[in-house]
T-cell receptor
Framework: GQQVMQIPQYQHVQEGEDFTTYCNSS?????IQWYKQRPGGHPVFLIQ?????EVKKQKRLTFQFGEAKKNSSLHITATQTTDVGTYFC???????????FGTGTRLKVLA | GAVVSQHPSRVICKSGTSVKIECRSL??????MFWYRQFPKQSLMLMAT?????????EQGVEKDKFLINHASLTLSTLTVTSAHPEDSSFYIC???????????????FGPGTRLTVL
């Protein structure tokens, strides 16, 4: 079945260091979404990428959708303690509004 | 953005009892809502798609007789965990897509979640 994997599973960084999480789908995706879940909280939508090779930026966050539309990445520049949480990518089941979530990358930022 | 609420936020129940969780879209009508389950330190697993006015669609491996879903109105979906057992203890989250958005805008708005503990 359709799978969405993320690496790494965990990442500890010193405040100010950069962070990247990678998302890989077993199937081609029409779009990919990224969510952030703070400890004890619920997922919050960050962004959606649709086009092959698309790159979008939100302040210190840079999102990229691969050319083959099977992988994506989220890069955070100069992490802050407020970046702590788990980052999930999510891809849709073909032709539906249902989304399958990636395995997630848990980020800890050490002050 | 659109707001989705869930009630209760936490529930503790005895094994064998049933628990109902409500998911409401507060400022929009949602013909479709999604129910997820999340075990500690794991990802969100889609359980079912709740369709207003029709039967829910369950994902493979999810028992429809155990997890009853009712979507009686455009703003309310309920998930009832029947005859709950300790292994059902989890974080249950609902989400909905705001249909007022663009067709290509598939942002899901999540409720705050319900933490179920079955003793």
């Amino acid at each position: 079945g359709q799978q969405v994997m993320q690496i790494p599973q965990y990442q500890h960084v010193q405040e100010g260091e950069d962070f990247t999480t990678y998302c890989n789908s077993s199937t081609t995706l029409s779009n990919i979404q990224w969510y952030k879940q703070r400890p004890g909280g619920h997922p919050v939508f960050l962004i959606q990428l649709v086009k092959s090779g698309e790159v979008k930026k939100q302040k210190r966050l840079t999102f990229q959708f691969g050319e083959a539309k099977k992988n994506s990445s989220l890069h955070i520049t100069a992490t802050q303690t407020t970046d702590v949480g788990t980052y999930f990518c999510a891809g849709p089941f073909s032709g539906t509004y249902k989304y399958i979530f990636g395995t997630g990358t848990r980020l800890k930022v050490l002050a | 953005g659109a707001v989705v609420s869930q009630h209760p936020s936490r529930v503790i129940c005895k094994s064998g009892t049933s628990v109902k969780i409500e998911c409401r879209s507060l400022d929009f009508q949602a013909t479709t809502m999604f129910w997820y389950r999340q075990f500690p330190k794991q990802s969100l697993m889609l359980m079912a798609t709740s369709n207003e006015g029709s039967k829910a669609t369950y994902e493979q491996g999810v028992e429809k007789d155990k997890f009853l879903i009712n979507h009686a109105s455009l703003t309310l979906s309920t998930l009832t965990v029947t005859s709950a057992h300790p292994e059902d203890s989890s974080f249950y989250i609902c989400s909905a897509r705001d249909p007022r958005g663009l067709e290509e805008d598939n942002e899901q708005f999540f409720g705050p979640g319900t933490r179920l503990t079955v003793l």
